[in-house]
């Protein structure tokens, strides 16, 4: 068998895929993040208790209502959505005038609320979400076991990804959002709600991070824990990708993911920080991302 | 982000423990306990909150008020990080004239917390955290070890797979001192059971994805997959080891350090079959399940783990020798719960034995397929009991200073 440095490469090529079905994962979030910042101009340090909350949405829709996965799928992005238009109209709104900093403490300070809510009512173990029966089992690659529900993870944020960047960059209403985002006086003196737009913009991007933890709960365990541990890493992929690049935080999410995967094959201890490390360098290189515009 | 959220949680524990030195001016009659764990992190079910319920029902069965005891409970939260936990506990013997610190899981931090004990002369009672160091080369007069250590899990679960047939292992480690510790006395335990080691991987604490570490133990053929972590780390490897098809292929998972919270989080279906070793467990006899009973009342309708139970029994013991000896000074307290035969309600007779160490009997548990569970919490069927005398290290091999 052929080896790359001590490693077979049957082997290597399945550690690839494990690497691109986390990626999957941090390119959903990132993308709501960029979306976010991209259009708001707000950090949203929310987004990965608005992940975790999507995830027991999911739970609580199937073990109090008996509603399985598929219309989870659809109910928890859009009751999380209603609840970010909610925080952005309540909230958010009366901060767009005030430095960064602002709308960054208030959505981390809500991040540890949720967090503390559901942590004292849930506990910290978690709950088990079941896999859906039409994915249990594994596809047998050869080289590795497959599970039929990450292969599905892998393509269903694929389809969210680049319809979401079709969207915003290739038609009339992303348009109109990149121009408000721009100029916002102009684009209301042609008539368009600005603020309105904004808000739902918000909305979707609370979404996206709710379908990405209806996608997680049957992998992870449904914790409150589990967007903390996810939201820095996503942060980092989102700053080497170019803070508000929509394109390139669905890249760099993919990108990284195939990366930290090798790590954890090589030197697994340094799995946790290899982003990071690579954050530092691309900051160094190019401090705009590797994919963002100087402001 | 992490270092926002702990200046803000250490914040709240300075603002807790300023009204805490407040009261402690007082009255210098106080026995004051500090239960130290992780009140909010992977560790919070098993320990945490319940530990401190655990504390105030040891209190109240000591009846210490009918005594004209007083006695005080604090609580902090370590968050896993030894710096943390040391600082607490700084200022919980300086500041807050803390006598007594319980509980303390992650055996980083106990390390660190024994440190700082032994040099202020006042007493460490130890359950949730699990390396057997600290009845080894880190023993010393101030610190009781009660509950469990990594050499008896790795003697229970370790040595029973091994003559069950599973004799050649892959170890899924948690990259700090408890991983290491119940690794390195896991093999010890398989190697001389005549098995082998095949391959180990170490993976950062906590981790949330285990996908790669798995393909790497399902490559590597080995029988049984050891998982020398603890918490929701086992949770989600065996969790997602089930999504891997690693037990339909043939390989076994070994949860070293399982918790009663942990199968309870995973539910039966995914985690019946696994064999883990524990020294408590609520539905033993009708002790342990009255105590069950009123910790659960208390706590949610939560059972309590072992690390519950021997909150509950140290404390119990504590007391016991702080009237004994008339004394709170540590290190005498210490040496009389060494000279008094302990006995409690959820682990029997026993001793603690000069090393620190406590011994009691131990279980090896099975996980109940679903259909032999009659609900939430029924769990565990007992396959063994290991005696006292053989569950934990013997004493001589330890290395501990004070056993001459």
């Given at each position: 068998?052929?080896?790359?440095?001590?490693?077979?490469?049957?082997?290597?090529?399945?550690?690839?895929l494990?690497?691109l079905?986390?990626?999957?994962f941090?390119?959903?979030?990132?993308?709501?993040?960029?979306?976010?910042?991209?259009?708001?101009?707000?950090?949203?340090?929310?987004?990965?208790?608005?992940?975790?909350?999507?995830?027991?949405a999911?739970w609580?829709?199937?073990?109090?209502?008996?509603?399985?996965?598929?219309?989870?799928?659809?109910?928890a992005?859009v009751?999380?959505?209603?609840?970010?238009?909610l925080?952005?109209?309540?909230?958010?709104?009366?901060?767009?005038?005030?430095?960064h900093?602002?709308?960054l403490?208030?959505?981390?300070?809500?991040a540890?609320?949720?967090q503390?809510?559901?942590?004292?009512?849930y506990?910290?173990?978690?709950?088990?979400?079941?896999?859906?029966?039409?994915?249990?089992?594994?596809?047998?690659?050869?080289?590795m076991?497959?599970?039929?529900?990450?292969?599905?993870?892998?393509?269903?944020?694929?389809?969210?990804?680049l319809?979401?960047?079709?969207?915003i960059?290739?038609?009339?209403?992303?348009?109109?959002l990149?121009?408000?985002?721009?100029?916002?006086?102009?684009?209301q003196?042609?008539?368009v709600?600005?603020?309105?737009?904004?808000?739902?913009?918000?909305?979707?991007?609370?979404?996206l991070a709710?379908?990405?933890?209806?996608?997680?709960?049957?992998?992870?365990?449904?914790?409150?824990?589990?967007?903390a541990?996810?939201?820095?890493?996503?942060?980092?992929?989102v700053?080497?990708?170019?803070?508000?690049?929509?394109?390139?935080?669905?890249?760099?999410?993919?990108?990284?993911?195939?990366?930290?995967?090798?790590t954890?094959?090589?030197?697994?201890?340094?799995s946790n920080?290899v982003?990071f490390?690579i954050?530092?360098?691309?900051?160094?290189?190019?401090?705009?991302?590797?994919?963002?515009?100087?402001? | 982000?992490?270092?926002?959220?702990?200046?803000?949680?250490?914040?709240?524990?300075?603002?807790?423990?300023a009204?805490?030195?407040?009261?402690?001016?007082?009255?210098?009659g106080?026995?004051?306990?500090?239960v130290?764990?992780?009140?909010?992190?992977?560790?919070?079910?098993?320990?945490?909150?319940?530990?401190?319920?655990?504390?105030?029902?040891?209190?109240?069965?000591?009846?210490a008020?009918?005594?004209?005891?007083?006695?005080e409970?604090?609580?902090?939260?370590?968050?896993?990080?030894?710096?943390?936990?040391?600082?607490?506990?700084?200022?919980?013997?300086?500041?807050?004239?803390?006598?007594?610190?319980v509980?303390?899981?992650?055996?980083?931090?106990?390390l660190?917390?024994?440190?700082?004990?032994?040099?202020?002369g006042?007493?460490?009672?130890v359950?949730?955290?699990?390396?057997?160091?600290?009845?080894?080369?880190?023993?010393?007069?101030s610190s009781?070890?009660?509950?469990?250590?990594?050499?008896?899990?790795?003697?229970?679960?370790?040595?029973a797979?091994?003559?069950?047939g599973?004799?050649?292992?892959?170890?899924?480690?948690?990259?700090?001192?408890?991983?290491?510790?119940?690794?390195?006395?896991?093999?010890?335990?398989?190697l001389?059971?005549?098995?082998?080691v095949?391959?180990?991987?170490?993976?950062?604490?906590?981790?949330?994805?285990?996908?790669?570490?798995?393909?790497?133990?399902?490559?590597s053929?080995?029988?049984?997959?050891?998982?020398?972590?603890a918490?929701?780390?086992?949770?989600?490897?065996?969790?997602?080891?089930?999504?891997?098809?690693?037990?339909?292929?043939?390989?076994q998972?070994?949860?070293?350090?399982?918790?009663?919270?942990d199968?309870?989080?995973?539910?039966l279906?995914?985690?019946?079959?696994?064999?883990?070793?524990?020294?408590?467990?609520?539905?033993?006899?009708?002790?342990?399940?009255?105590?069950a009973?009123?910790?659960?009342?208390?706590h949610?309708?939560?059972?309590?783990?072992?690390?519950?139970?021997?909150?509950?029994?140290?404390?119990?013991?504590?007391?016991?020798?702080?009237?004994?000896?008339?004394t709170?000074?540590?290190v005498?307290?210490?040496?009389?719960?060494?000279?008094?035969?302990?006995d409690?309600?959820?682990?029997?007779?026993?001793?603690?034995?000069?090393?620190?160490?406590?011994?009691?009997?131990?279980?090896l548990?099975?996980?109940?397929?679903?259909?032999?569970?009659?609900?939430?919490w029924?769990y565990?069927?007992?396959?063994?009991t290991?005696?006292?005398?053989?569950?934990?290290?013997?004493?001589?091999?330890?290395?501990?200073?004070?056993?001459?």
């Amino acid at each position: 068998m052929t080896e790359i440095f001590g490693i077979p490469t049957q082997a290597l090529a399945g550690q690839l895929l494990i690497g691109l079905i986390n990626g999957a994962f941090y390119a959903m979030l990132s993308l709501g993040l960029a979306v976010i910042f991209g259009l708001l101009n707000i950090i949203n340090f929310t987004h990965g208790a608005q992940y975790m909350m999507g995830a027991f949405a999911a739970w609580l829709l199937l073990s109090k209502l008996g509603i399985g996965y598929w219309w989870s799928l659809l109910i928890a992005p859009v009751a999380l959505g209603a609840f970010g238009v909610l925080i952005e109209r309540t909230m958010l709104s009366r901060l767009y005038k005030l430095d960064h900093l602002y709308g960054l403490l208030l959505t981390f300070g809500l991040a540890l609320v949720l967090q503390g809510l559901f942590q004292n009512e849930y506990g910290s173990s978690g709950q088990p979400y079941r896999l859906p029966q039409e994915f249990a089992g594994a596809f047998d690659l050869g080289f590795m076991m497959l599970p039929r529900y990450r292969a599905w993870v892998v393509v269903a944020s694929l389809i969210v990804c680049l319809t979401t960047w079709y969207v915003i960059e290739r038609t009339k209403l992303g348009s109109y959002l990149r121009a408000a985002t721009e100029n916002p006086t102009v684009v209301q003196a042609f008539g368009v709600n600005v603020p309105r737009m904004i808000t739902l913009t918000y909305g979707f991007g609370v979404g996206l991070a709710a379908l990405a933890g209806v996608m997680a709960a049957p992998i992870y365990q449904v914790s409150p824990q589990m967007g903390a541990n996810l939201i820095i890493v996503v942060f980092a992929v989102v700053v080497i990708g170019g803070m508000g690049s929509i394109g390139g935080a669905i890249l760099t999410g993919f990108g990284l993911g195939v990366i930290e995967g090798l790590t954890k094959v090589f030197y697994p201890e340094a799995s946790n920080t290899v982003i990071f490390v690579i954050m530092v360098i691309v900051l160094l290189i190019r401090p705009a991302g590797l994919f963002g515009k100087e402001r | 982000m992490n270092s926002l959220k702990r200046s803000i949680v250490s914040l709240a524990i300075g603002a807790a423990l300023a009204a805490g030195a407040a009261q402690a001016q007082i009255s210098d009659g106080v026995i004051k306990i500090g239960v130290l764990n992780d009140m909010s992190g992977t560790y919070a079910d098993l320990a945490g909150p319940g530990s401190v319920v655990a504390a105030r029902m040891a209190v109240e069965d000591f009846r210490a008020a009918a005594k004209g005891m007083k006695v005080e409970i604090l609580s902090g939260d370590h968050q896993n990080k030894p710096d943390v936990g040391s600082n607490i506990a700084r200022q919980w013997y300086d500041v807050d004239k803390v006598d007594v610190i319980v509980d303390v899981p992650t055996s980083s931090v106990v390390l660190a917390v024994n440190e700082v004990t032994r040099q202020k002369g006042k007493a460490l009672l130890v359950s949730t955290g699990a390396t057997s160091d600290l009845s080894g080369k880190a023993c010393n007069a101030s610190s009781v070890h009660w509950t469990y250590d990594t050499w008896m899990l790795a003697n229970g679960t370790g040595s029973a797979i091994v003559k069950t047939g599973g004799d050649s292992w892959f170890f899924l480690t948690a990259d700090y001192a408890f991983g290491h510790a119940l690794e390195r006395d896991t093999e010890a335990v398989v190697l001389k059971n005549g098995g082998k080691v095949v391959g180990k991987v170490r993976h950062p604490f906590p981790s949330s994805d285990f996908s790669s570490f798995l393909l790497q133990a399902q490559a590597s053929k080995a029988k049984v997959i050891g998982l020398a972590n603890a918490g929701a780390d086992t949770i989600n490897a065996i969790k997602q080891g089930a999504e891997f098809g690693i037990v339909k292929g043939g390989q076994q998972f070994a949860g070293l350090l399982v918790f009663l919270t942990d199968v309870h989080a995973l539910g039966l279906n995914t985690a019946q079959g696994l064999l883990l070793t524990e020294s408590f467990y609520w539905d033993l006899n009708d002790q342990t399940r009255a105590f069950a009973r009123r910790f659960g009342a208390l706590h949610k309708g939560a059972m309590p783990t072992m690390a519950h139970a021997g909150v509950y029994a140290s404390v119990l013991h504590y007391l016991k020798a702080v009237e004994a000896s008339k004394t709170d000074d540590g290190v005498k307290v210490v040496a009389k719960m060494k000279e008094l035969p302990t006995d409690d309600p959820l682990f029997g007779k026993g001793v603690v034995r000069q090393d620190g160490r406590k011994i009691h009997q131990v279980y090896l548990f099975e996980v109940k397929k679903p259909s032999e569970s009659k609900g939430a919490w029924d769990y565990y069927k007992v396959r063994a009991t290991i005696p006292a005398e053989q569950a934990f290290r013997p004493m001589a091999d330890g290395g501990c200073p004070l056993v001459k």
